[in-house]
Each structure stands twice: as structure tokens, then as C-alpha cells.
């Protein structure tokens, strides 16, 4: 079952759908343009029901299959959201909001699983009803919690759930899936160092502060290295270093520190924690100063089930010739909400040569977009065969 022919007539209006979103991006849950946009096209695809405002901008479209007696239900997921990154790629279509690009592809997503939906709502070739989820807020907002907040699986009756993101540096339109843990849980925290600030000449009279947290910054390090098992994945990395006087002759009175925990389990995850405090409190006041340490749990652990991730394999082995195994990701994706709600699988879909994701050159490989419909439309027609 390779690339439906459908996908390569329709592949001109939705990489124009594409780059309508990559030029006009929009952050966390501020999707409103692309949004009204999703739920303008579903309607017109002739969804059976188009419902906005699920986790605050998100959309949900539904399409019933040409016989519903299977009673089964299927969701398939795409993130609306941009980067707060300033894009430097030189396109055509490039961003024309200061600040904000599709750094990640999300309008790639987006675009597919639009594609998808105008098939599927052409053809009706399933028994069952699939459910087009349109996410906000992936970018560290979790807009996929608050879409599961809003009850949306009991709401439209979701049994299991797909997702989908691209790959830079996989050929095109090759497919990667791993089952179990395959991207990390994100924590954030935030480390408030208190020392006593003074005349840079006179060191002896102060409580260093930029000492102090350089010291911080160091002995952490030693929680992936000294307390973590060698075997398990776990990252700590201190990504700010905000002094409060920003003189040459003067020793500041606080240090802020922010950063990010990644880490594979719950075990991990608690070590990482309870050892974070421990360390930037202990190392503070050896040198007299204090710590106050903030800790806020973001994304966790995504995690594959079993029957779903075989189920997705082998429809992008259909779609494409074969399927690889994915290596693990230590970055954070909200569609584990989703998994954690219900049974379900997300997908690596080669983006070609290029920019990583998250880079002011990236962008999405509108090659892509045949096999990714394919891909989701496979998902429907495979697991809903038509009565």
C-alpha cells in the first residue's frame, strides 16, 4: 500500500496550506489565526462536526466512516504552535511576525493532517470515526493536557490516538518508531542564590554570589554523573546565569539560575529532583550564602504502547518500504498527555537534509507531505476496515 495517488494530486494546495502557516506563525495557545483557519477548512472537507475552543484554541474535527458498526474511534493529532525564534532561512514565504517562526514543522503537521482530513472526509472508505485533533501550545505550554483537561477523550469517545513528527536528517518520507519510553519528561527550574553584594576590591567583606552558583552550576553535574546508575538517561543542564549588578566593581547580592531536567523514568525523575535541592541548598550554605530552589515538572515521559507502535510500523512500512527503529529522544513532546490517557503511537517522518528543528534555518520539506497522508490516512483505513 504505497503513497496514495490522492496525496500527489492534492500535494500543490496543501503545500500551500503550508506555507500560508509557515508565514504566518503563531505561539502557544495564541493560534487564533491558525485555528480559524483549521476549522474554515474541516467544514468545508464536509466534517461531520467541527468543534473549536477544546484546551482553549485547539480544534477537533470528526468524520464518520461510510458504516459506523464497528463503533470504533480513532483519534490522529497535529500541533498548531510556533518558536520564538527569528527565522533566517531567506524563503519566499518566511515569517512576517517578528520573532515567531515554524522552527519545528508544526506547520508541516498541520498541513498533512488537513490533507488527511479532505481524503478521508472524500472518501469515507472506513467503518468507524476518526477524530482530527489540532493542538495549541506544544511548545512547553501542554496544550495537549489541557486539550485532555477539557475531556476530550470522553467527549468524542477517542479509544486510541497517532501522532506524527518530522525528522531532519531521515530521507524523506522514510519512517522511525520506537515502543515504549521514546521521549524524555521536561522539568524546569529556577535557583535564586542569596549572598551578600559588596565592593569588588573588597571580597573578604562579601558573600560571593557568582562563586557560590558557579559552584551550583558544577555540582550539578555530578547528579547525572556520581548519583544517577551510568545506564539510565538523565540530563541536567543549567541553561541561564543572571547575575543582579551587572558592574564591573561590584559583587552581586543574587545570582538566577534556570535550566532543565531530562530523564527517562519516574525513578530518575525523582532522583534528579530531590537531588537538585539538596545540592544547590548544601553548596550555598557552605559558603554562607542561601538557595532557594524552584522545581516545576513539565512534560512526561512519552511512552509508545506495544500493539499500537507494531500497528504504526507497519503501516509506514506499507507507505514507504520499510520503518527503522528510532533511537531514543531526550526532547520533551506533549502528545505523552495523550498516550497517558489512551493507548496509541507517535511517529518519526524523515525530513530530509537540513536544519535541525529548533534552529532559525530549518524548514519543513513540503516532499514530506505525500507519504504523511498516506500515513495517516493508513492509520483510519487499515485499523477501520471498511464493512
Known amino acids: 500500500m504505497p503513497v496514495k495517488n490522492r496525496f500527489a494530486e492534492l500535494q500543490a ?63 490522529l493529532r497535529a500541533d498548531m504552535d510556533a518558536l520564538p525564534i527569528h527565522e533566517q532561512t531567506g524563503l519566499d514565504y518566511a515569517s512576517k511576525t517578528p520573532g515567531a517562526m515554524h522552527a519545528c514543522g508544526h506547520d508541516g503537521h498541520t498541513a498533512m493532517l488537513l490533507g488527511a482530513a479532505k481524503y478521508l472526509a472524500e472518501t469515507r472508505n472506513f467503518d468507524g470515526t476518526v477524530v482530527v485533533i489540532f493542538q495549541p501550545a506544544e511548545e512547553g505550554g501542554g496544550g495537549g493536557r489541557e486539550m485532555c483537561a477539557d475531556g476530550m477523550m470522553e467527549r468524542f469517545g477517542i479509544e486510541e490516538v497517532y501522532g506524527m513528527h518530522n525528522w531532519p536528517g531521515v530521507p524523506v518520507g522514510s519512517f522511525a518508531i520506537r515502543s515504549g519510553a521514546f521521549f524524555a519528561a521536561t522539568d524546569n527550574f529556577e535557583i535564586e542564590v542569596e549572598g551578600l553584594g559588596g565592593h569588588a576590591a573588597k571580597p573578604q567583606e562579601t558573600i560571593d554570589t557568582t562563586v557560590v552558583a558557579s559552584h551550583i552550576v558544577l555540582a550539578l553535574q555530578t547528579i547525572a554523573s556520581r548519583n544517577a546508575d551510568p545506564v539510565e538517561q538523565l540530563v541536567v543542564s543549567v541553561t541561564s546565569f543572571e547575575t543582579s549588578s551587572k558592574a564591573f566593581n561590584v559583587i552581586p547580592q543574587r545570582v538566577s539560575m534556570r535550566g532543565t531536567v531530562r530523564t527517562m523514568s519516574g525513578a530518575m525523575r525523582d532522583l534528579a529532583e530531590a537531588r537538585l535541592a539538596s545540592i544547590a541548598e548544601g553548596v550555598a550554605a557552605s559558603f554562607g550564602a542561601k538557595a532557594t530552589v524552584n522545581y516545576k515538572r513539565n512534560y512526561p515521559v512519552m511512552v509508545n504502547h506495544d500493539a499500537q507502535t507494531a500497528f504504526a510500523a507497519e503501516v509506514a512500512t506499507k507507505v514507504s518500504g520499510a520503518c527503522a527503529d528510532a533511537p531514543l529522544v531526550m526532547g520533551g513532546e506533549d502528545f505523552a498527555f495523550m498516550l497517558e490517557e489512551r493507548p496509541g503511537a507517535y511517529i518519526l517522518v524523515g525530513n530530509g537534509p537540513g536544519a535541525a528543528v529548533h534552529h532559525p534555518e530549518y524548514n519543513f520539506n513540503d516532499e514530506v507531505i505525500p507519504a504523511g497522508c498516506s500515513w495517516w490516512a493508513e492509520i483510519v483505513e487499515q485499523r477501520l476496515p471498511a464493512a
Do not use: M, Q, Y
Not at 18 to 32: G, K, S
Open 13 to 75: 494546495e496543501i503545500t500551500a496550506w503550508r506555507r500560508d502557516l509557515h508565514e504566518n506563525p503563531e505561539l502557544l495557545f495564541d493560534t487564533h489565526r491558525t485555528s480559524a483557519l483549521v476549522a474554515e477548512k474541516l467544514a468545508a472537507f464536509g466534517c461531520d462536526e467541527v468543534v473549536p475552543g477544546i484546551g482553549r484554541t485547539g480544534v477537533v474535527g470528526v468524520i464518520r466512516g461510510k458504516s459506523t458498526g464497528s463503533g470504533k474511534v480513532i483519534g
